[in-house]
Nanobody, 123 residues
Framework: QVHLVESGGGLVQAGGSLRLSCVAS????????VAWFRQAPGKEREFVAV????????YYQDSVRGRVTVSRDNAKNTVYLQMNNLKPEDTAVYYC????????????????WGQGTQVTVSS
């Protein structure tokens, strides 16, 4: 059974940084596109960033572009989300999701999901 486990969330002041990690228990991790989504209280889950399985191409939501970097280490079956200059509106539960041979940022296209990690940014 494949699992995704997120970690690295926490409480940080506005302007601070956090690095989230997503570790996958899958044998062919390099074949998976991995994305980060987030869900704030009372809001729909939304896309944040994705890294492709081919050459590590990345794509970001407009509101985080320039502040967030997604990267992967296939040898460690891990994807990272480095978040800088955090804002109170970044407060949410952050989820990683994986899609084998994925080429989309659409939530419905990701078949594997982690349990989420809470990020809280205080003003």
């Amino acid at each position: 059974q494949v699992h995704l486990v997120e970690s690295g969330g926490g409480l940080v002041q506005a302007g601070g940084s956090l690095r989230l990690s997503c570790v996958a228990s899958v044998r062919t991790f390099s074949s998976y596109a991995v994305a980060w989504f987030r869900q704030a209280p009372g809001k729909e889950r939304e896309f944040v960033a994705v890294i492709s399985w081919t050459e590590g191409g990345t794509y970001y939501q407009d509101s985080v572009r320039g502040r967030v970097t997604v990267s992967r280490d296939n040898a460690k079956n891990t994807v990272y989300l480095q978040m800088n200059n955090l804002k109170p509106e970044d407060t949410a539960v952050y989820y990683c999701a994986a899609a084998k041979y994925g080429s989309s940022s659409a939530e419905a296209d990701f078949e594997l999901w982690g349990q989420g990690t809470q990020v809280t940014v205080s003003s």
